[in-house]
């Protein structure tokens, strides 16, 4: 069951409303699709992780915090 994540972000161009954004998480199906999203987040290198059946990517993290990038 896939979920609709463009009612969640606006798409008015206005980027300051994404400097919130602590972090999202991208939900996968198959190894396949985990795979292809692995590849794409390692090629912007991004910080994140991978959890069970999603990849958590953040925006921003708490001063002090260690993250490692995808």
């Known amino acids: 069951m896939g ?3 463009f009612h969640h972000f606006k798409t008015d161009g206005n980027k300051e409303s994404y400097k919130t954004i602590e972090w999202l998480e991208i ?8 795979n292809e999203l692995l590849k794409t987040l390692k090629e912007i290198h991004v910080p994140g992780e991978v959890l ?11 001063d002090g915090t ?5």
Do not use: A, R
């Open 3 to 5: 979920c609709k994540w």
């Open 27 to 34: 939900k996968f199906e198959s190894e396949e699709m985990k």
């Open 52 to 62: 069970g059946n999603s990849i958590k990517v953040y925006g921003y993290v708490k």
């Open 66 to 70: 260690f993250m490692d990038y995808i």
